[in-house]
């Protein structure tokens, strides 16, 4: 646990996100050691709880090293505390305004970069509140504000063990899996310490989901919409509770988390407010490229054999993505027992999955909701790519972030390989089974 805090105190203050090998070499060493924390003690519940808690507040006072989108986090939550609809205005307009009430616009417009700037904000209302309130709470103060994200993150984090433990029973899982994401390097690092909110749309969808083990449907719902409105990725999961809940619930449960969805909308609507809103999340169909699995095979061929434009392929390919993923939902949804909570949970997990190894776009984090979802399955091959994806912050070491295709060829030739391995694995173990 010592050696672990330190090798994240280094993490934390005293890395360049262009310096891979050291990057490299401190999350080789957090992951092993955390391996290790739970081989030896994953049935000392105060131990590890106070390890996970700890590593976090390591980087309490630390800004974000591996991402520059608190910048228009903060910028957001200034803009809502002034009255102003970050859904309306793009920053590189308002900066222009001389008189713009906004404590430290330039130093955060300047942060977020050229194409944060140019475009509108993309977080749903929930994640907006809590930027406000961190802009509120924080006076003004930019690590003020990083502060109070990273609490807000934290405690999530805490609820999803506590609702995580609970869900496992339901399940008749072992509870000790939970540190599985407790102590996971890339969650601490990219959570915490790089404030991103998936943390906080898992805590509502993990509470959501042990609602539904408990037979609160009605309750799950709005809960299961605050999910969505902190990230939009649980939308992905709404057709498999037509067959879990039956028709009549289902429709009450979808009644219940539209109109709820609606609800933390009004604030925030205009006319303007959809088409603005659907443009800027279209761009991550259609503009851009980051830890790609299949989508790099596909440009490659594409650029080498038929001279295609890579500008032009990604757009196309990226309504191929979307139209496949609808339809795998749909047949996944008419074809598995998604009665059983336990078939149900893996089916999320496929669609996910298979969502992501198509996507043209494949941030570190997004790896966090696999790993959560695994968790509550027989299925661990997210906690090898929770390791193998740190291979991708190659790209984080040069301006132009250029990335390197033999390192994601190895990232996900591992993942491919574990993920096969782990289905022939359990059809061996069937067959015997019904052999026997």
Partial sequence: MLASTLFYA????????????????????????????????????????VSGILFRLVFLMAEPNLSQDFYRFIWDGELIKNGINPYLHLPKHLVLQGNLPIANAQELFAGMGDLSARHFSNYPPINQLLFSIAAIGSGGSILGSIIIMRLTIILADIGIIYFGRKLLQHLN???????????????????TGNLHFEGVMLFFFVWSLYLVAAKKWVWAAPIYSFSIMVKLVPILFLPLFLKHFGFKKSFMFYLLVGGTCLLTLLPFYSPAFINNYSETVGLWFSNFEFNAGIYNLVKQIGVTFFDAKPWELVKIYGKVVAFSV????????????????????VS???????YYFLSSTVHP????????????????????????????YYAYSNSDYDENLWLLAIEYLLVFGFLIYEILAKAEKKLHFFKK
């Fill in 365 to 392: 984090w997004y790896i966090v909701f696999l790993l959560t979802l695994g968790i509550f399955t027989k299925y661990q091959y997210a906690i090898i790519w929770s390791f193998v994806v740190v291979l991708s």
């Fill in 173 to 191: 899982r072992s509870t000790h899996m939970v540190f599985w994401y407790l102590l996971n390097p890339l969650v601490i690092i990219e959570l």
């Fill in 10 to 49: 280094s993490f934390a203050y005293d890395l360049a996100r262009t310096d891979f090998p050291k990057l490299l070499g401190l999350f080789i060493a957090v992951f092993f050691l955390h391996y290790k924390l739970i081989q030896f003690q994953k049935w000392n519940f105060k131990f590890l709880m």
């Fill in 326 to 345: 609808i339809i795998a939902t749909l047949a996944i949804t008419f074809v598995r027992k998604n009665q059983n909570l336990n078939i149900l949970i």
């Fill in 348 to 354: 999320m997990l496929i669609i996910i999955s298979g």
